[in-house]
């Protein structure tokens, strides 16, 4: 099921089983996991982007291998929050996910996850080909880090 509030989501997710964040890119898809007590996203990998059946197949197993409780998906509002495009694409791959995956999903703000993740990637050091590289799973990272920290706040508020 989809959740557009957070709150909700939160209420719905299975405990002890981690998350998995998507930045869902044209090109790629990056992906980042959490460990089961929602604390710290990880980075995982980038999946090169072919159709949905495909791509939704590499989800699905990368999520039932690591007994994924919840998915994330960074939405690519613009600066000024409103919806174009990207949301609606994104919208739909969440609505499509939904009809093979019976687990909770939920969105998340993702401006300016890219623009982070290029910035830390920086100042690593690393270099333009290796950034290319694992940019858009750190960008997951970022984004799956920012819905943990939001439900770390409800849970010391008790929601």
Known sequence: MIYDDVTDFAGILPPMRPLI????GTVTIGLAVSDTFLGIATPLETIKRKKFGVDAEKLLEVMKARDIGGLVLGLPRNMDGSEGPR???TRAFARNL???WAGPITYWDERLSTVAAE???LEADTSRKRRAEVIDHVAAGYILQGLLDRLGVLRREGN
């Open 98 to 100: 939904e009809k093979l």
């Open 87 to 89: 949301c609606q694409s």
């Open 21 to 24: 964040g998507l930045d869902l």
């Open 119 to 121: 910035r830390a990637l």
